[in-house]
């Protein structure tokens, strides 16, 4: 199989642990609404091991996918998992229906949560753990320093943080060394230019959810149609192909259950854009 993957480059989380930097992230698999087994169980572990196969090396995923469902499939489909694959998973976030989600950064149930995904992910160690949203309700110290405590048992490899502020960052590397942020951002959505740009300074992995804004930069009269007519490419490629683009630190984690689309984002990798493209796109979106 060809490594469509590749040619996006390497990024070394923590400064240490090196993945390609188009990955795949597992948050459209389960039902709608984010909730339940998804539609087609065979196909699912089929665009996770398609996804190896052509050189993706970093999964996203998170317990409240489901919830468990996402952790359980990539286990399914991946375990024993290849020296190279990196999983990182989040806890922060209950849920309590389709579409549906609550923060909760209680320090024990961050713990049981990390405990939890452990043995759904057939762990004894997570690359990547992420807090994925700040608890409003308890100290930020608390929280993050829950899995600080869970580092130090070897429990967690690296922190990462989601949807914060550069404040809010600062806060947080008072009490952990913080490798990666996860915020929303695409061509059509940056208010969290300032923190990327930031992170770009510090060499703090960016994973910019919504990657492709759910469809809407992708459509054949959107914004990036004719940008893609002129590369012979999608509108999906060419919004990942900026996204690489726009910074080193940048992992975008494109999901989908399709293999189609699987395929053709991960393409992406290998789109080079001038600096008039760049900028032109930035425009248009």
Same mark, same amino acid.
Do not use: C
């Given at each position: 199989m060809t490594n469509l993957a590749a040619p996006s480059g390497t990024f070394r989380i923590g400064g240490e642990l090196p993945v390609v930097r188009l990955g795949y992230g597992t948050m459209q698999l389960p039902g709608e609404g984010v909730w339940g087994p998804p539609k087609d169980h065979d196909a699912a572990i089929a665009v996770l091991r398609r #996804?190896?196969?052509i050189g993706i090396t970093f999964f996203d995923t998170a317990d409240s996918y489901g919830p468990d469902v996402a952790e359980d499939l990539l286990r399914e489909a991946l375990h024993p998992y290849a020296d190279d694959v990196v999983i990182a998973t989040k806890a922060g976030l209950t849920r309590q229906g389709p579409g549906v989600w609550t923060p909760l950064g209680q320090p024990a149930y961050l713990r049981q949560e990390v405990e939890i995904s452990l043995r759904r992910l057939g762990l004894e160690r997570i690359d990547l753990f992420q807090l994925h949203r700040?608890?409003? #309700?308890y100290p930020l110290a608390d929280q993050v320093g829950e899995l600080k405590a869970l580092q130090d048992e070897g429990k967690i490899r690296h922190i990462g943080l989601s949807e914060v502020s550069v404040a809010q960052l600062k806060e947080a590397q008072q009490t952990a060394d913080i490798v990666s942020v996860q915020n929303l951002y695409n061509l059509a959505h940056r208010d969290s230019e300032e923190l990327l740009d930031h992170c770009s300074g510090e060499g703090i992995a960016?994973?910019?959810w919504f990657p492709l804004?759910? +469809?809407q930069l992708s459509k054949q009269d959107g914004p990036l149609a004719a940008a893609a007519k002129q590369h012979d490419a999608t509108p999906s490629q060419? #919004?990942?192909a900026w996204l690489l683009q726009r910074s080193p630190v940048m992992l975008p984690i494109? +999901?989908?259950s399709s293999l189609d689309h699987l395929d053709s984002?991960?393409?992406a990798a290998s789109i080079q854009l001038t600096d008039d493209e760049f900028s #032109?796109?930035?425009q248009a979106a």
């Open positions: #996804a190896v196969e700040i608890d409003a #309700a960016f994973i910019p804004a759910t +469809g060419l #919004a990942l494109p +999901g989908t984002n991960t393409a #032109a796109l930035e």
